[in-house]
């Protein structure tokens, strides 16, 4: 049974950083493709950086790159996602997601992943 659990979120300064964890159970983090989606209240949800486990084929929002890093932990299959120089606007519940590795055409999409963990909140104040 797949199961993704998140950890790491808070309230941060602007300016902060934060690392964010996913705890992978139920398959192996590099026979799969990963993503960090987040969700502000009353906002559709939104990929943020997504990852080929396999071959560490990165791709991230325009809105977070050079700030956001994702990567993962083949021995301790775990996802992970570092968030520097936060900004208010980065505020919101993140969640990792996962699909069985296969060509996706739309990386940060949503409809593109099968499962889904609860997620974490992270706040960021000014």
């Known amino acids: 049974q797949v199961q993704l659990v998140e950890s790491g979120g808070g309230s941060v300064q602007a300016g902060g950083s934060l690392r964010l964890s996913c705890a992978i159970s139920g398959f192996k983090y590099n026979n799969y493709n990963m993503a960090w989606f987040r969700q502000a209240p009353g906002k559709e949800r939104e990929g943020v950086a997504a990852i080929d486990a396999a071959i560490d084929a990165t791709t991230y929002a325009d809105s977070v790159k050079g700030r956001f890093t994702i990567s993962g932990d083949n021995a301790k299959n775990t996802l992970y996602l570092q968030m520097n120089n936060l900004k208010p606007e980065d505020t919101a519940m993140y969640y990792c997601?996962?699909?069985?590795?296969?060509?996706?055409?739309?990386?940060?999409?949503?409809?593109?992943?099968?499962?889904w963990g609860q997620g974490t909140q992270v706040t960021v104040s000014s």
């Open positions: 997601a996962a699909r069985w590795r296969t060509f996706l055409s739309s990386p940060l999409r949503p409809f593109e992943y099968d499962d």
